[in-house]
């Protein structure tokens, strides 16, 4: 994960997530896949699909006819078509993660029509799309899954419920990096196994959960205070004996058994004489 799009904000509640990216990079896989982990995180979830309506253009075009829906509605066409259909389904999916207070996770948003937009080469629709989109608020977070547009071909062609050109893929795929809103994206590198993908994901999306859902957020790990140690392992400290006088000579007479031999019975007492 090459760049990350936001601060971490514990207290915020996570509103609206959104993937976007070339076809083939495994949006909707992992959308689905952020929506239930979010979900048995305790934080519910609804998996929200804002599809332009392309895939759809593309098979009425083939029913009549025509190779694609460029060639059956023109490319402005094609451009408003997708603006609107991708308006509207980013509108419903808002309105209803309103009402029910779940957690929006965008299976594409309005950064991919802007990229679709330059991508057709129709620049001036992307201020009229812009103009409609900003109704719309900016996602908490917004993850580009970069992949190689070969990679993204060859997904494609396996899964074989569309095709897309390799021009068209490598076209979409600077169209992206080209956005203004690309430094606040946060990129992963959607080449990497579907489970890796998912991985990456999740562990910079756990930063927004709340500091209940993570015991240990905001918590930093510090040493415990040192022990005091017992009474007998404390060092005692033996002051240097300070230079004295010379006392005088002391006699000593005893009045009984000499000092060496008593034994503690009847010992009489010690006579102390200073000599002048």
Same mark, same amino acid.
């Given at each position: 994960m090459a760049r990350s799009s936001g601060i971490r904000r514990d207290k915020a509640r996570l509103r609206t997530v959104a993937l976007i990216g070339i076809d083939g990079s495994g949006k909707t896989t992992q959308a689905h896949r952020l929506a239930d982990a979010l979900t048995a995180a305790g934080r519910p979830a609804t998996y929200r699909r804002n599809a332009s309506g392309r895939?759809?253009?593309?098979?009425?075009?083939?029913?009549? @006819?025509? $190779?694609?829906?460029? +060639?059956?509605?023109?490319?402005?066409?094609?451009?408003?078509?997708?603006?609107?259909?991708?308006?509207?389904?980013?509108?419903?999916?808002?309105?209803?993660?309103?009402?029910? @207070?779940?957690?929006?996770?965008m299976d594409r948003y309005s950064a991919c029509q802007y990229a679709s937009i330059r991508a057709h080469g129709g620049h001036r629709w992307e201020r009229l799309a812009r103009a409609g989109y900003r109704l719309f608020p900016t996602p908490q977070v917004t993850f580009l899954l970069a992949v190689d547009p070969a990679e993204a071909y060859r997904r494609i062609e396996q899964r074989g419920t569309d095709h897309e050109t390799m021009g068209w893929l490598t076209a979409a795929d600077t169209a992206y990096r080209d956005l203004p809103e690309y430094p606040t994206f946060v990129l992963v590198d959607a080449g990497r196994p579907a489970e890796e993908?998912?991985?990456?994901?999740?562990?910079?999306l756990a930063t927004w959960l709340p500091?209940?859902? +993570?015991?240990?957020?905001?918590?930093?790990?510090?040493?415990?205070?040192?022990?005091? $140690?017992? $009474?007998?392992?404390v060092p005692q400290q033996v002051a240097s004996p300070s230079p004295v006088a010379e006392p005088p000579?002391?006699?000593?007479?005893?009045?009984? $058994?000499?000092?060496?031999? +008593?034994?503690?019975?009847?010992?009489?007492?010690?006579?102390?004489q200073a000599r002048p």
């Open positions: 895939r759809w253009l593309g098979r009425l075009a083939h029913r009549l @006819g025509r $190779p694609d829906a460029q +060639r059956l509605v023109g490319r402005d066409g094609v451009l408003a078509v997708e603006s609107v259909l991708r308006w509207l389904a980013i509108a419903a999916a808002l309105l209803s993660c309103l009402l029910t @207070g779940r957690t929006a996770v993908v998912t991985e990456q994901i999740q562990a910079h500091s209940a859902d +993570r015991p240990d957020a905001g918590q930093t790990p510090t040493a415990s205070p040192p022990a005091e $140690p017992l $009474p007998s392992e000579s002391v006699v000593t007479t005893a009045a009984g $058994p000499a000092a060496g031999e +008593r034994t503690g019975r009847g010992a009489g007492p010690l006579v102390a």
